[in-house]
C-alpha cells in the first residue's frame, strides 16, 4: 500500500529531497527519489497550500511526506487530508510526545485523527474498515531527534508502536550539542552512533533530515542512517549541463 513504507522495512537505503509548491513536483516525483518532503516548518508554505502538489504526484514514483511545524494534532490532521503518506513531527522530547503524534496519525482504535472521507492514494477496499486499517498500517510516522532531551529519551522515542524513523535534525541537534553546526566533531559523531544504535535495537530506521554540506552520503549509510534527503537542485545542473556537453555548438 506504501511503497515508502516497505522499502524502509526492507532496510534499503530510502532517499528523498524537498520541494514546495513553487516547484513542479511531478519531474521530481519520477525522478528515482523515494519521496518528496514538504517542510512547513522552516518555509513560508502552509500545509494547506501543499495540496495541489501532493495531488499532482498521484500515481508517481515517490510518495509526498510532510513536515509539520509543531506537534499538534489539527496540523498532522491537515496534512494528511492533503495527501500525505508521512508525517514528519519536529521536536519530539518524550515518549508521551512520540505517542501523541502517532495517535494523531491513525484511525480509531489506533488512534484519534477525525475522518475527512478516502484521503491519499492508498487503493479500492471493498469496505470501509479495511481503508482505516491500510492507512494505520501504511503511513510513515517520523519524528525527529534534535535535543538532548530526545537523546536520553531515545529507546522510549524508538519504542513506540507506529514509529518507523528515527530522524536527525543536523543543526538543531549539534546547537543542542554544544557544537553548532560542527558535524564532523567526536561529541555529534558519538550522538549519531547512539542515535543509530537506538533504532536498531527496536527495529526501525536511523535518519538524517540532509546530510551536511561537504560530507558523503554512503559515511552516513556506513554508520546505519537509512534514510535522508538530498537536494535536486546541483544535480538538475549537472545533468543538463552532460546533456549540453553532448551537442556541438
Keep these: 500500500m506504501n511503497a515508502i513504507k516497505d522499502s524502509i522495512k526492507s532496510g534499503r537505503t530510502v532517499v528523498g529531497t524537498t520541494a514546495g509548491p513553487n516547484v513542479d513536483v511531478s519531474i521530481l516525483a519520477d525522478a528515482g527519489y523515494d519521496f518528496v518532503l514538504f517542510d512547513t516548518q522552516h518555509s513560508p508554505w502552509e500545509i494547506k497550500q501543499l495540496q495541489p502538489s501532493i495531488q499532482t504526484m ?20 491537515f496534512a494528511l487530508d492533503a495527501g500525505a503518506r508521512g508525517i514528519v513531527v519536529p521536536m519530539v522530547n518524550t515518549r508521551a510526545e512520540a505517542e501523541a503524534a502517532v495517535r ?6 489506533l488512534g484519534n485523527r477525525s475522518n475527512a472521507g478516502v484521503r491519499g492514494e492508498w487503493g479500492e477496499f471493498k469496505n470501509y474498515r479495511d481503508y ?15 535535543t538532548n532531551q530526545s537523546l536520553g529519551n531515545l529507546d522510549a522515542i ?6 518507523d524513523v528515527l530522524l536527525i535534525g543536523p543543526s538543531d541537534l549539534s546547537i543542542e550539542l554544544g557544537v553548532p553546526l560542527d558535524y564532523q566533531c567526536d ?13 536498531a535495537k527496536r527495529g526501525i530506521v536511523a535518519g538524517m533530515y540532509f546530510i551536511p554540506p561537504g560530507m558523503e552520503p554512503n559515511f552516513f549509510v556506513e554508520k546505519g542512517f537509512k534514510f535522508f534527503t538530498m537536494p535536486w537542485g546541483p ?5 543538463i549541463q552532460n546533456a549540453l556537453a553532448g551537442i556541438d555548438r
Design 132 to 146: 482505516l486499517d491500510a492507512v494505520n498500517d501504511g503511513l510513515v510516522i517520523v519524528p525527529m531527534i534534535e
Design 58 to 77: 498521484r500515481g508517481k514514483q515517490a510518495a509526498p511526506l510532510v513536515r509539520v511545524a509543531a506537534n499538534q494534532a489539527y496540523q498532522i490532521c
Design 235 to 239: 544535480w538538475a545542473t549537472a545533468g
Design 104 to 109: 494523531a496519525c491513525r484511525y480509531h482504535p
Design 187 to 199: 561529541t555529534y559523531q558519538r550522538a549519531l552512533d547512539k542515535i543509530a544504535t537506538a533504532a
Design 158 to 163: 524508538a519504542s513506540v508502536p507506529g514509529v
